[in-house]
């Protein structure tokens, strides 16, 4: 049973460019959700998908933005990219019925904004 | 609002010493309470979790009690090996919620 994957695992971009990262969730889960990691701090919410829309968003700017397929795996979307923007992103499945609330998380996209 | 706040590491510990790591949190309600490990160039795994008060999570050696009259969730482990080294972070999530709330994570060293 594949756990959540994620693709790319390291990416490096400039200023003023855009990134998509992928994520596939585990399999029997129909939520996704997305988080930064800054270096040296714990993982800030982005937002989350159900049924293809966005449920719940985070104190992230409009530059962040997300979709997600029917097959469950989602995109994150980041335009504009800041030297800020740096960071380990990782996205988080769980089925719908919130199985006691448990998200299981992929191993991360690193992003190097330059 | 809702939040965690967890003791600063690092921590370093010889092994096979006794391990406290000290999580509070703040939040209306009944939050579930976790435990997530990251080890080096790793995404988190869950390590235990309990979901209502006076439940104890355990897993690996390790163990955390739901204390809702002190809001607390401090992670225990009576003797350490070197293949713990990694950060801990304490984190909830209201009741009702999507989002998990994480605490800035506490790094362990564990020496030989």
């Known amino acids: 049973d594949a756990g959540v994957t994620q693709s790319p695992t390291h990416l490096i971009k400039t200023r003023g460019q855009q990134v998509t990262l992928r994520c596939s969730p585990k399999?029997?889960?129909?939520?996704v959700s997305w988080y930064q990691q800054a270096l040296g701090q714990g993982p800030q919410f982005i937002f989350q998908?159900?049924?293809?829309?966005?449920?719940q968003r985070g104190n992230f700017p409009d530059r962040f933005s997300g979709h997600q397929f029917p097959n469950y795996s989602s995109e994150l979307n980041v335009n504009a990219l800041l030297l800020g923007d740096s960071a380990l992103y990782l996205c988080?499945?769980?089925?719908?019925?919130?199985?006691?609330?448990?998200?299981?998380f992929g191993a991360g996209t690193r992003l190097s904004v330059l | 609002g809702n939040s965690v706040t967890q003791m600063e590491g690092p921590v370093t510990l010889s092994e096979e010493a006794f391990l406290t790591i000290n999580c509070t949190y703040t939040?209306?309600?009944?939050?579930?309470l976790f435990w997530y490990v990251q080890y080096p160039g790793e995404g988190l795994q869950l390590l235990l979790k309990a979901t209502k008060a006076d439940d104890k999570g355990s897993n690996k050696g390790f163990e955390a009690t739901y204390r809702k009259e002190t809001t607390s969730f401090h992670l225990e482990k009576g003797s350490v090996q070197v293949s713990d080294s990694a950060v801990y972070f304490c984190a909830l999530i209201r009741t009702g919620g999507f989002k998990t709330i994480f605490g800035a994570g506490t790094r362990l060293f564990v020496k030989a």
């Open positions: 998908y159900y049924e293809e829309e966005e449920r």
């Open positions: 988080a499945s769980s089925p719908s019925d919130g199985a006691k609330n448990i998200q299981y």
């Open positions: 939040a209306t309600g009944y939050p579930s």
């Open positions: 399999s029997g889960h129909d939520t």
